[in-house]
């Protein structure tokens, strides 16, 4: 077997997985909700905007934190965001942990203690 026969056996794999099934229904979900999708992307954006901050090595206010969990816990209250977030949570992870094998098996881990990164 060629090595992209391995890839498209783990394409496939990922295909029909019940993480990606569950995401894909989740997200149809979200988006039939105007209301919940719109809470959704608010918080999304507020996340996003933090995590740009911090990336640029800005302090963050205590009371933008404070905003994000009181967001987070509101958009956690309803069930299709709720629902969303976590098949969101856990499809990524999936795709995380199948990045992280393949930089492990070809060495990338190495490269980058070498280079500094890590």
């Given at each position: 077997?060629?090595?992209?026969?391995?890839?498209?056996?783990?394409?496939?794999?990922?295909?029909?997985?019940?993480?990606?099934?569950?995401?894909?229904?989740?997200?149809?979900?979200?988006?039939?909700?105007?209301e919940?999708?719109?809470?959704?992307?608010?918080?999304?954006?507020?996340?996003?905007?933090?995590?740009?901050?911090?990336?640029?090595?800005?302090?963050?206010?205590?009371?933008?934190?404070?905003?994000?969990?009181?967001?987070?816990?509101?958009?956690?209250?309803?069930?299709?965001v709720?629902?969303?977030?976590?098949?969101?949570?856990?499809?990524?992870?999936?795709?995380?942990?199948?990045?992280?094998?393949?930089?492990?098996?070809?060495?990338?881990?190495?490269?980058?203690?070498?280079?500094?990164?890590?």
């Amino acid at each position: 077997m060629n090595i992209y026969d391995h890839i498209h056996a783990l394409a496939n794999a990922l295909k029909n997985s019940d993480e990606l099934k569950e995401f894909k229904e989740a997200k149809e979900k979200l988006e039939a909700d105007k209301e919940a999708k719109e809470m959704f992307l608010d918080f999304r954006k507020y996340q996003f905007e933090l995590q740009k901050d911090q990336l640029e090595g800005k302090q963050i206010e205590k009371e933008r934190g404070e905003r994000l969990r009181a967001m987070y816990e509101a958009v956690s209250l309803n069930n299709t965001v709720r629902e969303y977030l976590i098949a969101e949570t856990r499809f990524g992870k999936i795709m995380s942990d199948v990045s992280k094998i393949l930089g492990e098996a070809v060495g990338l881990d190495e490269l980058e203690e070498m280079n500094g990164s890590s």
